[in-house]
């Protein structure tokens, strides 16, 4: 099993910017597929970003709209999540995950983060 550590949350006023960042421990997530999602106050969580375990193919949820760019390094065993433009509907709990299959869905992913928390202001 793989321990995930998120970091980088932090208040940001609205059209700021922030870089998450993804520490694994415990095994290589090489030939992992990693996501983020997160989970709003009041949502369910949901899906926002993956990478597939070579760093060549990526995916985004709808909303993300350009602004948000996801990354790993294999070497490091760290992925990470650039955002841009944040809005205030961004304001969440943002989780790390790392899934054997290169999927959208939270039921596919075994290993999460405890999470850290973004908040937009207006």
């Known amino acids: 099993q793989v321990q995930l550590v998120e970091s980088g949350g932090r208040l940001v006023p609205a059209g700021g910017s922030l870089r998450l960042s993804c520490a694994a421990s415990?095994?290589?997530?090489?030939?992992?597929?990693m996501g983020w999602f997160r989970q709003g106050p009041g949502k369910d969580r949901e899906f926002v970003a993956v990478?597939?375990?070579?760093?060549?193919?990526?995916y985004y949820a709808d909303f993300v709209e350009g602004r948000f760019s996801i990354a790993r390094n294999n070497g490091a065993n760290t992925a990470s999540l650039r955002v841009i433009d944040l809005k205030p509907e961004d304001t969440a709990v943002y989780y790390c995950?790392?899934?054997?299959?290169?999927?959208?869905?939270?039921?596919?992913?075994?290993?999460w983060g405890q999470g850290t928390q973004v908040t937009v202001s207006s």
């Open positions: 990478i597939n375990a070579e760093g060549n193919r990526q």
């Open positions: 415990g095994r290589s997530i090489s030939t992992s597929a």
């Open positions: 995950a790392a899934s054997p299959v290169y999927s959208v869905r939270i039921s596919d992913y075994a290993d």
